[in-house]
């Protein structure tokens, strides 16, 4: 009788953080530039499994572009080793103060 009363009192615990899971694999993906519909059937499915996943995912950005930095002024994602940021034309080369 115990093991039943903590059984019921436990179940809706269980489904919040198995849905918590499935909330933070799709806000994860999303983050990451991935598909946050399909994490969040993923997560529904799989769980913390699915948020562990994720979480090994590198960004696709890096995976489509390489690696890449942010434009300061446009917050743009642009290449690594760019001069100017493509979309602003800012100079994402440092300035150095001469002493």
Do not use: N
């Amino acid at each position: 009788m115990i093991a039943q009363t903590v059984g019921v009192l436990l179940l809706p615990w269980f489904f919040c953080v198995w849905i918590f899971c499935a909330v933070a694999a799709q806000s994860a993906a999303e983050e990451k530039g991935r598909s946050g519909f399909a994490w969040l059937v993923a997560g529904l499915l799989f769980g913390v499994l699915a948020l562990v996943a994720i979480a090994a995912f590198p960004p696709k950005r890096f995976i489509e572009r390489g690696p890449s930095m942010l434009c300061p002024r446009c917050r743009s994602y642009v290449p690594w080793r760019a001069s100017a940021c493509r979309y602003c034309q800012a100079s994402l080369v440092p300035e150095h103060v001469g002493s």
